[in-house]
C-alpha cells in the first residue's frame, strides 16, 4: 500500500491559493523531498496530511487513510511540524513522557527516542535551554515515540548546524533504508536534502511544478563538465574514459570524468584550460529559478 498519498490536494486561505490540484505518492523504504520556496504550500500540504487543514479539495492519505482516523495515530506517523513548541520548564524526558502516557506507549520509549537523536546525555535538562537543534532534534524524538513507519518532517533542519544536518541526512536514510519507513521531509533548501532524497516533489505558488527520481531530475546524476581551451584536448580526454562533444569551437561537453580530473589530465598534457564550470544539474536550475536566484546562477 502506498504510505502517503497526496491527491488533487487543493486549500485556499481567502485570495490565496495555498495548493493547487497538487498529487504524489511516498513509498516506503524511500525519502521523498518536498521542496519550493517559502510560501509555496509545502506546510499546507503537510498540515493536510495530519489533519490540521481541511482540504478545499482532493485527499491527503497515510496509509490510504485520512489521519483522523487512524486508530494509533502516533504508531503510523510520526511528524515534526515547524516551530513546535515545548514547555520550557519541562525537561526533554518529561515532554517525551507525557506524549508517551497520553498514546499509552511503553514507558522505555522517550529514553530510547533521545537515544535515537543524540539527546540521551541532555534528558534531564529543561528543554528552556536548549538550542533550536537540540528542539529539532527533541521534536525527532516524539515522532519517533511510537515506532511509526511512516514521516512527515517540516523544514526539519533548520537551526541545525552543519554537523546536525549531517547527522539528520544519515538518520533519515537509516529510517528508509533500515526500518522501511516511508519519510516526506520539507526543506526550501535544495542542498540540505539532495544527499538524503530518492525522489523529489517541486512545488512552487501551490503548484506541482516537478516530481520525478532525484537519478530522472539531475540527469542521471552524470553532470556534464564544459571546458574551454585553444588546444586539441579531445583525444586525451576520450583516452581517459570521457565522452566529450564540441559544442562550438573552443568548447568541450564532457561526461564520465569529474572537473578535477579533467584538470589533472590537462596538467599532464601541457594543456591550457581557460574555463571549467559545471553544468547545472535540471534539479538545480529548476530550483534556482523557483526561487529567484537564477539571475546569479
Ligand atoms: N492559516 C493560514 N491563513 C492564511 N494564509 C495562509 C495560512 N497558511 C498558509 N497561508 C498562505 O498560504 C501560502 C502557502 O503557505 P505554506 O506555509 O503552506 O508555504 P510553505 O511552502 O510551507 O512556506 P514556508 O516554508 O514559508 O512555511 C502562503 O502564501 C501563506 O501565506
Known amino acids: 500500500m502506498t504510505a502517503i498519498e497526496i491527491r488533487n490536494l487543493s486549500k485556499s486561505f481567502g485570495a ?9 505518492t511516498v513509498e516506503a523504504g524511500t525519502v521523498t523531498g518536498y521542496l519550493g520556496p517559502n510560501g509555496a504550500g509545502k506546510t499546507t500540504t503537510l498540515r ?3 489533519g490540521l487543514v481541511t482540504p478545499d479539495a482532493g485527499e491527503a492519505l497515510v496509509n490510504g487513510q485520512r489521519y483522523a482516523s487512524l486508530d494509533h495515530p502516533l504508531n503510523e506517523v510520526g511528524a515534526v511540524l515547524e516551530a513546535t513548541s515545548f514547555h520550557p520548564g519541562r525537561t526533554a524526558r518529561d515532554h517525551l513522557r507525557i506524549m508517551t502516557t497520553a498514546a ?11 537515544e535515537q537523536v543524540g539527546l540521551a546525555d541532555a534528558a534531564r535538562k529543561r528543554v528552556g535551554g536548549f538550542s533550536l537543534g537540540m528542539r529539532q532534534r527533541l521534536a525527532l524524538a516524539g515522532a519517533l515515540l511510537g515506532q511509526p513507519k511512516i514521516f512527515i518532517l517540516d523544514e526539519p533542519a533548520n537551526g541545525l548546524d552543519p554537523a546536525g544536518i549531517q547527522w539528520l541526512r544519515g538518520f533519515l536514510r537509516h529510517l528508509a533504508r533500515d526500518t522501511g519507513a516511508a519519510v516526506l521531509v520539507s526543506s526550501h533548501v535544495l542542498a540540505e536534502v539532495e544527499q538524503t532524497v ?3 516533489v517541486i512545488i512552487a505558488k501551490g503548484r506541482l511544478v516537478r516530481q520525478g527520481t532525484l537519478a ?13 581551451t585553444k588546444d586539441d584536448f579531445a583525444p586525451a580526454l576520450r583516452a581517459a574514459g570521457a565522452e566529450v562533444e564540441e559544442v562550438e569551437p573552443g568548447v568541450l561537453r564532457v561526461k564520465g570524468l ?4 579533467i584538470g589533472r589530465l590537462a596538467l599532464d598534457q601541457r ?13 538545480q536550475s529548476v530550483f534556482l529559478e523557483l526561487t529567484g536566484e537564477g539571475a546569479q546562477a
Open 258 to 261: 569529474d572537473a578535477e580530473e
Open 216 to 228: 530522472e531530475l539531475t540527469g542521471n546524476g552524470g553532470g556534464a563538465v564544459r571546458v574551454k
Open 16 to 24: 490565496v491559493r495555498a495548493v493547487d490540484d497538487v498529487s504524489f
Open 104 to 114: 499509552g506507549l511503553p514507558a522505555s520509549r522517550p529514553d530510547e527516542a533521545l
Open 48 to 50: 493536510s496530511l495530519l
Open 271 to 283: 594543456v591550457l584550460l581557460t574555463e571549467v564550470i559545471h553544468e547545472r544539474s535540471d534539479l
Open 198 to 200: 530518492d525522489n523529489v
